[in-house]
C-alpha cells in the first residue's frame, strides 16, 4: 500500500465522516432517522451528484485504488453493526401476543416475496444477465421486497412513545419476527447464488442449520458464565471484550467458509448473547459510537460509490423503478394489514403497523451490497432499490404521523393510564435533573398545596406534574432501543419519586411524574402543557449553552411557543419562601405573578406579602380590577400579612433590587419596567434576573382569559364580606 494511496484513503474518511454528519443532523431536523441522511450524504459523493457535477476531482479523491480498502473497512463495520442488531433482539420481544405477531410478520413476508418474484419475470430479461440464474435473482429481488429495518423501527416507536402502546408492542414483536425470517430467507438466496441451484445447495443449509445449533446450545450455554461474571464483577473488561470480539470475528469467518455470508455469524452471536442488563448496555456502549460514527458512514459513501441514479436515463427505466417501488409499499402494506385485521387488529392500528412494517433503512442496504457483491442484481437494479429503500423509510415517520397523530397517542397513553380526578389548577415543572432542581419543586407544591394539610376526605384542587423529558441524541444507539428507553424512563421515575419522599405525606398527593421520550424537550413541553391544558408551566432558570441570555435556549423556546402561563424560577438557595414581594406596575404579566403570590400566601400561614407598587411621574400605580375583588373578599387573618406601599422611582429596577434583600422570594412580571420585556425570537433581557438579591420568578401571561383569581384562589371557608381595597397599606 502505497503512501498517496493511505493519504487518499485517510482524506476519505475525513470526507465522508464530516458530510455523513452534517446531512444526517440536517435530516434529523425535519424529523427523520439520522440513517438516511448518511445514506444520502453517501450518494452525494458518488457518481450521482460529485461524480457528476466534478468529475475529475471525483475521479481524484475516489480512484480505483482505494475503492478495495474502504470495502474492507465497510465490511468491518457491517460485522459488527450486525452484532449490534443481534444484541437488541431481546427475546422478550417474541413474548408478546406471539400468535398475531407470527402470522403477521410471516404475511408481510410472503406477500411481497410473492410479488418481488412476479415481478422478477418482468425485470430479469430487462436488468440481468445470463450469467445469474432466474432462481437466485427471484429469490434475492423477493428478500429485499420482505426486509422491515428493526434498528430504525425500534427508534420511530421509542420517539412516539409508543413502546407500551399495543401497536408498539405488536410492532416490535412483528418486527423480531420478521428479522429473524428474512435473514433466513436471505442465507438460502446466497447459497443459492454461490451454488447455482437449489440442489446444490443443500450441503450449505445443512451446514448453517448445524451450526446455528451450536451457536444457540453450546455457546449459548458457556456465554451465560461471562453474565455470571460480570456479576461478580460488576464492569466489561478489556481482556473480556477482546475476547468477545474475536468472538464476532471468528463467528463471522465460520458463516463465509460454511457459504452463506459473515454478516450472519455476526448477528447469531449478538442474538445468543445473554440480555443481561448491565453486560449489554455496557457492550453495546464500548462497541457502537466507533462503529457508528466511524464505520458505518463509510459503508454509506462505499454504497454511494456503487448507486448511479444517471442509469436510469430514460422514461422506461423511471417507470420500472416506480414499479419496483410499488411492489415493495404495497406488498410490505397490504400484507401487515390483511393479516393484521385478520387478528381482530383494529383498522388505523393496522393501518399504521403496515406503515411501520416498510422501514426498511439500512437493513435494505445491507442486503442490497450482498447481492451486488455476488453479481446477482446489476448496478442498475442496485440503484432502483436503494431509491426504494430511501422512499419506504422516509415516508415512514410523516404517514405514522398522519394516521396515528401523536395528540391521539398521548391522549390514549393518558386515558389508559391515569383515572384520577382531574385537578382544577395544573401546574407543569420541566426538569432536566430532579437531583439538582429541588427548588423548583418545591415551589410547585407551595403554589398548589402550601404546607399545612387540606381536608382529607376531599381531593387535591391543585395537581403538580413533574415533567421529565429524555431527549435521545443519536440515532442506532443501544439507548435509543425501546428497552433502554424504558429503562431510562424507569431510573428517571425513581428519582423524581425520592425527591417526592422528601415532602409531606399531604403534599406527595399532588405531585404525578411524566417521564416521556422526546426529540425537541421545548416543543413537546408545549404541546404537553396545551393537550393537558396546563394552567402554568413552571421552569428553571439556566444559562444555555453559547449565549449569554440566561432566559434564552429551551426556556426561551417555551416562553415564546407555549400557549398558556409561564414561569421561570431563578433559585438563590434560600430555601423559604416566608417573604414575597411583588413588584406591581398594572399589567396581565404582573397580574399572574400576584396571583401566583396570593396563592403562596393562602397556603402557607407563616408567609408575608409586599405588593410595592411603583410609580413614576408623580402618578399613582392602582391594582386591577380582578385583583381588588379578590383580595376585598380575603379572610381578615390573610389581609393582615400583605403590605401594599407605594414608592416613586425613575429607575424601577434599582428600586426592585433594593427592596428584594428583605425578601425570600420577589416575584416579577415579564415587564419592560423591570428589564424582562419580552423581545423578538423569545429572547429577554434578564437585568434583574443578574442584580435580584432574593430568588426571583418571572411571570408570564399567555392570554388574560386564563386569570384563575376568581374561581381558585380564595379558600373554601373564606370569609367573603367586601371590605375597603386599601389593606395595610
Request: hydrophobic share 50%; proline share 6%.
Amino acid at each position: 500500500m502505497k503512501l498517496e494511496t493511505i493519504v487518499l484513503v485517510l482524506i476519505n474518511i475525513l470526507i465522508v465522516i464530516g458530510l455523513s454528519r452534517l446531512v444526517g443532523l440536517g435530516f434529523r431536523r425535519i424529523k427523520q432517522p439520522l440513517v438516511i441522511g448518511e445514506i444520502v450524504a453517501g450518494i452525494m459523493l458518488g457518481p450521482s451528484l460529485f461524480g457528476w457535477l466534478a468529475p475529475d476531482l471525483a475521479a481524484a479523491l475516489f480512484p480505483p485504488t482505494v475503492i478495495p480498502y474502504l470495502e474492507i473497512l465497510s465490511q468491518i463495520g457491517l460485522i459488527f453493526f450486525m452484532f449490534l442488531i443481534g444484541l437488541e433482539l431481546d427475546p422478550k420481544y417474541l413474548k408478546s401476543q406471539l400468535n398475531v405477531a407470527v402470522l403477521t410478520s410471516h404475511v408481510s413476508i410472503l406477500v411481497p416475496f410473492s410479488l418481488g418474484t412476479l415481478l422478477s419475470l418482468l425485470l430479469y430479461p430487462l436488468v440481468s444477465n445470463n450469467s445469474v440464474s432466474f432462481t437466485a435473482f427471484a429469490m434475492f429481488l423477493g428478500a429485499a421486497m420482505s426486509i422491515t429495518a428493526f434498528p430504525v423501527l425500534a427508534r420511530i416507536i421509542t420517539e412516539n412513545n409508543l413502546q407500551k402502546s399495543k401497536l408498539g408492542t405488536l410492532a416490535l414483536t412483528c418486527a423480531a419476527v420478521d428479522d429473524v425470517t428474512a435473514w433466513c430467507l436471505l442465507a438460502l438466496a446466497i447459497a443459492v447464488t454461490r451454488t447455482n441451484s437449489m440442489t446444490a445447495a443443500l450441503p450449505t443449509i445443512l451446514e448453517a442449520i448445524i451450526y446455528i445449533a451450536v451457536m444457540v446450545t453450546v455457546v449459548r450455554l458457556f456465554l451465560q458464565r461471562l453474565a455470571k461474571f460480570y456479576n461478580r464483577t460488576g464492569r466489561l473488561t478489556q481482556f473480556t471484550l477482546a475476547g468477545i470480539y474475536m468472538g464476532v470475528v471468528a463467528s463471522a469467518l465460520i458463516t463465509e467458509l460454511i457459504g452463506i455470508h459473515l454478516i450472519f455469524g455476526a448477528f447469531l452471536l449478538g442474538a445468543v448473547m445473554p440480555k443481561h442488563v448491565g453486560l449489554t448496555r455496557e457492550l453495546a456502549q464500548k462497541t457502537e459510537d466507533f462503529v457508528l460514527t466511524f464505520l458505518l458512514p463509510i459503508f454509506f459513501a462505499y454504497s454511494g460509490l456503487r448507486t448511479q441514479i444517471g442509469l436510469l436515463n430514460t422514461p422506461l427505466l423511471w417507470a420500472l423503478c416506480g414499479l419496483v417501488l410499488l411492489v415493495a409499499i404495497a406488498g410490505k402494506y397490504i400484507g401487515t394489514y390483511v393479516a393484521a385485521r385478520f387478528c381482530g387488529v383494529p383498522k388505523r392500528d393496522a393501518a399504521a403497523l403496515g406503515w411501520l412494517m416498510n422501514t426498511r433503512g439500512l437493513t435494505e442496504l445491507i442486503v442490497l451490497n450482498i447481492g451486488l457483491s455476488l453479481n446477482v442484481i446489476s448496478p442498475l437494479l442496485f440503484t432502483m432499490l436503494v431509491i426504494m429503500a430511501l422512499v419506504t423509510t422516509f415516508m415512514t415517520s410523516p404517514l405514522l404521523e398522519w394516521l396515528y397523530p401523536k395528540q391521539q397517542i398521548r391522549a390514549d397513553v393518558a386515558a389508559s393510564t391515569s383515572d384520577e380526578p382531574r385537578p382544577d389548577y395544573r401546574i407543569l415543572v420541566p426538569i432536566a435533573n430532579p437531583n439538582t432542581q429541588k427548588g423548583l419543586i418545591r415551589l410547585a407544591v407551595a403554589i398548589a398545596a402550601g404546607s399545612k394539610p387540606h381536608s382529607p376526605t376531599a381531593p387535591p384542587s391543585a395537581g403538580v406534574y413533574p415533567l421529565s423529558l429524555i431527549q435521545l441524541e443519536e440515532d442506532y444507539a443501544y439507548e435509543s432501543t425501546p428497552a433502554e428507553a424504558d429503562r431510562l424512563i424507569v431510573e428517571r421515575r425513581q428519582e423524581i419519586e425520592q425527591l417526592m419522599a422528601q415532602l409531606e405525606p399531604f403534599q406527595a398527593l399532588f405531585v404525578h411524574p411524566i417521564v416521556r421520550i422526546a426529540r425537541d424537550v421545548a416543543q413537546e413541553t408545549a404541546v404537553l402543557a396545551e393537550r393537558d391544558r396546563s394552567d402554568l408551566i413552571l421552569l428553571g432558570w439556566h444559562r444555555p449553552a453559547f449565549s449569554k441570555n440566561r432566559l434564552g435556549g429551551r426556556v426561551g423556546q417555551i416562553l415564546s411557543t407555549a400557549r398558556t402561563d409561564v414561569a421561570v424560577f431563578v433559585d438563590r438557595q434560600h430555601g423559604k419562601l416566608e417573604n414575597l414581594l411583588v413588584p406591581y406596575i398594572p399589567n396581565s404579566h404582573n397580574d399572574l405573578g400576584l396571583e401566583i403570590a396570593l396563592r403562596l400566601l393562602i397556603n402557607s400561614p407563616a408567609a408575608h406579602l409586599t405588593i410595592l407598587r411603583i410609580a413614576q411621574a408623580d402618578q399613582s400605580t392602582h391594582l386591577s380590577y380582578e385583583l381588588r375583588t379578590v383580595m376585598d373578599q380575603l379572610p381578615e387573618p390573610i389581609r393582615q400579612r400583605i403590605l401594599i406601599p407605594q414608592v416613586e422611582a425613575e429607575n424601577p429596577i434599582e428600586a426592585v433590587v433594593t427592596a428584594s434583600g428583605r425578601a425570600d422570594l420577589t416575584i416579577a412580571g415579564a415587564s419592560r419596567e423591570w428589564g424582562l420585556e419580552r423581545q423578538t425570537l423569545g429572547i429577554y433581557a434578564d437585568e434583574l434576573a443578574v442584580q435580584c438579591k432574593s430568588s426571583l420568578l418571572i411571570t408570564r401571561r399567555y392570554s388574560r382569559a386564563t386569570t384563575h383569581l376568581a374561581s381558585v384562589l380564595l379558600p373554601a371557608d373564606a370569609d367573603t364580606t367586601p371590605v375597603s381595597p386599601e389593606v395595610n397599606g
